[in-house]
Structure formats: structure tokens, C-alpha cells
């Protein structure tokens, strides 16, 4: 078992910085990457950043140049800095952690944090 408990959302003016953190608890041994997703109104879900447990990290394509993910082990909590922050980055923002035992990936999710970005 996983809880993950995402925090740091709020209301920002465009141009403004945001870092999200999510913190894991439970059976941290078992996660093999963490990330964050979004998911706007009447939008698909769509990858934000991820990162392995060996500190590889990726970014959806909408994202790079703005957002850099990041991590505490000690703390066992992954950061998502947003900065110039744009009125299409309006999401609730979900942490993921992903635990594979092939051929299954198990999926935990937090319970979101919303993020609107306006003026």
C-alpha cells in the first residue's frame, strides 16, 4: 500500500511560480518511478514529468523549458517546480507512483491539487 498526498496548488497570476510537492508513505520500496499528471476541463489526462527511482526524469512535450521535477529521498517526497506559469496550465495536478511486477504496473494516485493560473 501507497498514500500519496499531493500540496502546493493554488490560485497564480500568469507568470507566476508554483512548486508542488508529493509525499509518499507506505510501502516505499515497491515504487520504480513517480510522476505528475494533469487533467483540464473537457481535456485528456496527460503526462506532466516523471522520474525513476535512478533519477531518470521525462516531460510531456507541453511542459519543457517550465516545469523540472524533482527529489527528496530522504524525505521520500517529489517536487514539481512550475515557473512562467500560462492560464492553459489550469489543472488539477495528480501525483502518481507506479510500482511494476511484470507483466503488471500497479498505480497509486493522490487525490489531486488544483492549480489555476489567472489574472
Known amino acids: 500500500q501507497v498514500q500519496l498526498v499531493e500540496s502546493g496548488g493554488g490560485l497564480v497570476q500568469p507568470g507566476g511560480s508554483l512548486r508542488l510537492s508529493c509525499a509518499a508513505s507506505?510501502?516505499?520500496?515497491?515504487?520504480?518511478?513517480m510522476g505528475w499528471y494533469r487533467q483540464a476541463p473537457g481535456k485528456e489526462r496527460e503526462l506532466v514529468a516523471a522520474i525513476t527511482r535512478g533519477g531518470i526524469s521525462n516531460y510531456g512535450d507541453s511542459v519543457k523549458g517550465r516545469f523540472t521535477i524533482s527529489r527528496d529521498t530522504a524525505k521520500n517526497t517529489v517536487y514539481l517546480q512550475i515557473d512562467s506559469l500560462k492560464p492553459e496550465d489550469t489543472a488539477v495536478y495528480y501525483c502518481?507512483?507506479?510500482?511494476?511486477?511484470?507483466?503488471?504496473?500497479?498505480?497509486?494516485w493522490g487525490q489531486g491539487t488544483q492549480v489555476t493560473v489567472s489574472s
Open positions: 507506505g510501502s516505499i520500496s515497491s515504487i520504480n518511478a
Open positions: 502518481n507512483a507506479a510500482s511494476t511486477k511484470w507483466p503488471t504496473t500497479f498505480n497509486y
